[in-house]
């Protein structure tokens, strides 16, 4: 084996090994309890997969940028064990996402909740996964 | 001339040909009684796998291609075999054969779909009970659980084999397939459909060892018109015959490293 070879295979030994650890990870490795943070912007989409469900929203900042954000939330089957539907969110929809944000300051958040146009609040994370030291979640207004 | 009466000629031996197929399958069928599971049930129960292995990579009239053996269609409605696709959708659905390598999302492991996972050179396993039917398929680890106690589809959320459920229609079960996703193909051959996909299976035992399974399919947004497949299933006899574990992600592994082929 040349190095180049044996530089390559390590390379893609290190992706192979990277991947399922990048998909499905604690709340620690990637999020930081220290960032809270809360979007308010449009629905754009909901990537129903596993491990993690992804909600898209674009959020525009103080310049008129819009900015597409990457909220990471339960799987599937637990959201719609909690009583989530593909059509709880509709594209346009105006929301409001409340979590913890990246530790490597990307667009990416983890979703405690998100509170709909129409003022329910659904819970969209694990409160277990969250580190003790975690700011309790905002209560449902609309209850 | 020539050639239009060569046409009719074929077309007559065709017709032909179908007549004595489905005559002999009726005098069959009336002649057989499916037997009865303890619980009443018609008797589905067994091991059970197509012997056409081409229906997988296309279910329409199909000449051979890279990766694909040539086939007949597998289509009963329409008559002429074809899927009834919307101009823009047969589109697609050449874009999806010329790209099928990556396209196909049964290369990535990801679940077959209904009705693919059916004729897909696999065995599965049917296990009957008042309340449900399961199916038991050794590709990949699927399983459906097909209730059979008036239950409603789970409504809201979109799987890759989609929400099953079914009843007893004299000596067939017809099962009722909604809520699927749009990732899945009908074949290997980019025959494809969107998440207002509508399934309605038909199994019925038409020999100790022969299973007839079609399936009635409907999308308003990809087709014209329903249309509906048949194809038969046999049954393993195989003294020692089990379903076996077929893993898919780690041959695949194997076969983008060079091997496994």
């Given at each position: 084996?040349?190095?180049?070879?044996a530089i390559l295979s390590a390379a893609v030994?290190?992706?192979?090994?990277?991947?399922?650890?990048?998909?499905?990870?604690?709340?620690?490795?990637?999020?930081?309890?220290?960032?809270?943070?809360?979007?308010?912007?449009?629905?754009?989409?909901?990537?129903?997969?596993?491990?993690?469900?992804?909600?898209?929203?674009?959020?525009?900042?103080?310049?008129?940028?819009?900015?597409?954000?990457?909220?990471?939330?339960?799987?599937?089957?637990?959201?719609?064990?909690?009583?989530?539907?593909?059509?709880?969110?509709?594209?346009?929809?105006?929301?409001?996402?409340?979590?913890?944000?990246?530790?490597?300051?990307?667009?990416?958040?983890?979703?405690?909740?998100?509170?709909?146009?129409?003022?329910?609040?659904?819970?969209?994370?694990?409160?277990?996964?969250?580190?003790?030291?975690?700011?309790?979640?905002?209560?449902?207004?609309?209850? | 001339?020539?050639?239009?009466?060569?046409?009719?000629?074929?077309?007559?031996?065709?017709?032909?040909?179908?007549?004595?197929?489905?005559?002999?399958?009726?005098?069959?069928?009336?002649?057989?009684?499916?037997?009865?599971?303890?619980?009443?049930?018609?008797?589905?129960?067994?091991?059970?796998?197509?012997?056409?292995?081409?229906?997988?990579?296309?279910?329409?009239?199909?000449?051979?291609?890279?990766?694909?053996?040539?086939?007949?269609?597998?289509?009963?409605?329409?008559?002429?075999?074809?899927?009834?696709?919307?101009?823009?959708?047969?589109?697609?659905?050449?874009?999806?054969?010329?790209?099928?390598?990556?396209?196909?999302?049964?290369?990535?492991?990801?679940?077959?779909?209904?009705?693919?996972?059916?004729?897909?050179?696999?065995?599965?396993?049917?296990?009957?009970?008042?309340?449900?039917?399961?199916?038991?398929?050794?590709y990949i680890h699927n399983y459906r659980t097909?209730?059979?106690?008036?239950?409603?589809?789970?409504?809201?959320?979109?799987?890759?084999?989609?929400?099953?459920?079914?009843?007893?229609?004299?000596?067939?079960?017809?099962?009722?397939?909604?809520?699927?996703?749009?990732?899945?193909?009908?074949?290997?051959?980019?025959?494809?459909?969107?998440?207002?996909?509508?399934?309605?299976?038909?199994?019925?035992?038409?020999?100790?060892?022969?299973?007839?399974?079609?399936?009635?399919?409907?999308?308003?947004?990809?087709?014209?018109?329903?249309?509906?497949?048949?194809?038969?299933?046999?049954?393993?006899?195989?003294?020692?015959?089990?379903?076996?574990?077929?893993?898919?992600?780690?041959?695949?592994?194997?076969?983008?490293?060079?091997?496994?082929?």
């Amino acid at each position: 084996m040349n190095l180049k070879s044996a530089i390559l295979s390590a390379a893609v030994g290190v992706f192979i090994a990277a991947v399922p650890v990048v998909a499905h990870h604690s709340f620690a490795a990637e999020f930081d309890v220290a960032k809270p943070i809360t979007l308010k912007g449009k629905f754009v989409k909901m990537d129903w997969v596993n491990p993690h469900s992804q909600i898209h929203i674009d959020v525009t900042d103080a310049d008129g940028k819009v900015v597409t954000w990457s909220c990471e939330a339960l799987p599937p089957n637990s959201l719609y064990r909690q009583g989530w539907r593909k059509d709880s969110l509709k594209p346009g929809d105006e929301i409001e996402i409340e979590g913890f944000q990246a530790k490597d300051g990307t667009t990416n958040m983890w979703t405690r909740s998100v509170k709909t146009a129409d003022g329910r609040r659904m819970f969209a994370g694990n409160a277990d996964a969250l580190p003790p030291t975690a700011p309790a979640a905002p209560k449902d207004e609309s209850k | 001339m020539q050639s239009m009466l060569a046409g009719l000629a074929v077309l007559a031996l065709a017709l032909g040909s179908a007549q004595l197929a489905q005559g002999q399958n009726s005098t069959a069928r009336a002649a057989y009684k499916v037997p009865r599971t303890p619980d009443g049930l018609p008797d589905l129960q067994g091991i059970w796998q197509v012997r056409n292995t081409t229906a997988a990579f296309d279910v329409q009239d199909h000449a051979g291609a890279l990766g694909i053996p040539p086939g007949r269609s597998i289509i009963v409605q329409p008559p002429d075999g074809k899927i009834p696709y919307k101009p823009e959708a047969l589109a697609k659905r050449q874009d999806n054969f010329k790209n099928r390598d990556a396209a196909d999302s049964l290369n990535k492991c990801y679940m077959p779909g209904v009705p693919r996972i059916t004729y897909m050179d696999f065995p599965f396993q049917i296990f009957e009970t008042p309340k449900y039917t399961l199916i038991a398929y050794e590709y990949i680890h699927n399983y459906r659980t097909i209730f059979t106690n008036g239950t409603k589809h789970l409504d809201g959320l979109d799987w890759w084999n989609g929400d099953s459920r079914g009843h007893w229609d004299g000596d067939s079960l017809v099962v009722d397939v909604t809520d699927f996703n749009d990732q899945t193909w009908f074949d290997a051959s980019g025959d494809y459909h969107s998440d207002k996909l509508h399934v309605v299976e038909r199994y019925t035992r038409t020999g100790p060892d022969t299973l007839q399974y079609e399936a009635s399919i409907e999308d308003p947004e990809v087709y014209t018109g329903p249309w509906k497949i048949s194809i038969p299933l046999y049954r393993h006899t195989e003294p020692n015959f089990r379903v076996l574990e077929y893993e898919c992600q780690a041959y695949a592994d194997e076969a983008a490293k060079g091997g496994g082929r």
